[in-house]
């Protein structure tokens, strides 16, 4: 994958693309009057257009969260299953000849809210914000041609956006799918349904899911569609 640089309607309709699904996934919410602080602390945001091995052009929205220092890297990293865990799950799969299907998550980063208490901001000039007040007319520049925007959903580039989304997919595992979390991996769960044990696995937004029932797989997949609809599924025995 390499980086675009012909440019020209192509890359403009990926990046408008990329603008819209934010709008649609409701990433922002207006700011009126945002404060001197507010203004600030708001990150600049991105667009990189690349073009991949198929010749489609695709662009992704990012925030530069290279100036945010609030938080240590502990609070903001999120957990990933172990080498060891992943090691005894794969024998306990084979020994038990367990049905196993991998789930990922599509935008998942986009699907995490973000805390009450958080206040991330993002700022567009050029042509990013015009395209991005053609498509929400909604939103507005200021006098400097600065749009100023609240995320209330984080983005790419939010040193906040992997522990966001984790904390999101463990209380839907734990509190809503009710299974329970290993006490030595966080980042593995189990659930006991009647005879049937069903396993997760969790590595960022990439999940790999196991049990003999392949009906028990099926019943936890549809729990995680309906909560973050976009996933893509492989089934491996």
């Known amino acids: 994958m390499q980086v675009y640089k012909n440019g020209g309607d192509k890359a403009k309709e990926a990046i408008k693309d990329e603008l819209k699904m934010l709008v649609q996934e409701k990433v922002f919410e207006k700011v009126q009057e945002p404060t001197m602080e507010q203004m600030r602390d708001a990150l600049m945001m991105?667009?990189?257009?690349v073009e991949k091995r198929d010749g489609r052009i695709k662009a992704?929205?990012?925030?530069?969260g290279r100036s945010q220092q609030m938080y240590t890297e502990e609070e903001t990293t999120s957990p990933t299953v172990k080498l060891e865990s992943i090691i005894l799950n794969a024998f306990v799969d084979?020994?038990?000849?367990?049905s196993i299907a991998t789930?990922?998550?599509?935008?998942?980063?986009?699907?995490?809210k973000v805390l009450v208490n958080l206040m991330l901001m993002v700022k567009m000039?050029?042509?990013?914000?015009s395209?991005?007040?053609?498509?929400n007319h909604d939103m507005k520049c200021n006098e400097q041609g600065v749009l100023n925007l609240k995320c209330v959903k984080a983005l790419y580039g939010h040193i906040e956006?992997?522990?966001l989304f984790y904390d999101d997919l463990d209380n839907m595992i734990q509190k809503k799918m009710n299974f329970i979390q290993n006490q030595y991996d966080p980042c593995v769960c189990n659930k006991l349904d009647g005879d049937e044990k069903v396993m997760i696995r969790v590595h960022v937004n990439d999940l790999k899911i196991s049990s003999k029932s392949k009906d028990r797989i099926n019943e936890v997949i549809g729990e995680l569609r309906s909560a973050y609809?976009?996933?893509t599924i492989h089934f491996w025995r």
């Open 46 to 49: 991105h667009c990189f257009v």
């Open 229 to 231: 609809e976009e996933i």
């Open 60 to 64: 992704r929205a990012v925030a530069d």
């Open 94 to 98: 084979v020994h038990e000849g367990r």
């Open 161 to 163: 956006v992997a522990r």
């Open 125 to 129: 000039t050029g042509e990013l914000a």
């Open 103 to 112: 789930v990922d998550i599509k935008g998942a980063f986009l699907k995490a």
């Open 131 to 135: 395209l991005m007040c053609e498509i």
